[in-house]
C-alpha cells in the first residue's frame, strides 16, 4: 500500500517511484495507491475507487473513464448533479 507515494518527490525521483510501481504491476504484483495525483494514479493503475468523506463514489477502471468524472466523484460535483437533475424531473 502506497500512500502518496510521490508526493514529497521531485519530478525525477517521481517517475522512478511510478517505474517502480509499473514493474511491480508487470510481475502481477498488485499495489493499492493513494494519491491525489491524477495524472500519476492514470500512469500505474488499473482501476481507480473513489473515497469521499469515508464513503465510497465509485469505481472506475481507467481505460473507461475520463479524469473529470473522477474529479467530478472526488469533488461531490457528481452528487450535486444527481440532486440538481433528481430534483428537475419532480
Not at 517517475?15 to 491525489?36: D, F, N, P, R, Y
Not at 500512469?43 to 463514489?57: A, K, W, Y
Amino acid at each position: 500500500m502506497l500512500d502518496e507515494p510521490t508526493a514529497a518527490l521531485g519530478v525525477r525521483e517521481s517517475h522512478q517511484a511510478l517505474e517502480i510501481i509499473s514493474h511491480l504491476k508487470e510481475q502481477g504484483i498488485s499495489a493499492v495507491v493513494i494519491s491525489h495525483n491524477l495524472e500519476h494514479v492514470f500512469s500505474v493503475v488499473d482501476r481507480i475507487v473513489v473515497l469521499r468523506q469515508g464513503v465510497m463514489q465509485g469505481e472506475r477502471r481507467v481505460r473507461e473513464v475520463k479524469g473529470d468524472e473522477i474529479v467530478s466523484m472526488i469533488t461531490g460535483a457528481a452528487e450535486i448533479k444527481k440532486l440538481e437533475f433528481g430534483n428537475a424531473a419532480q
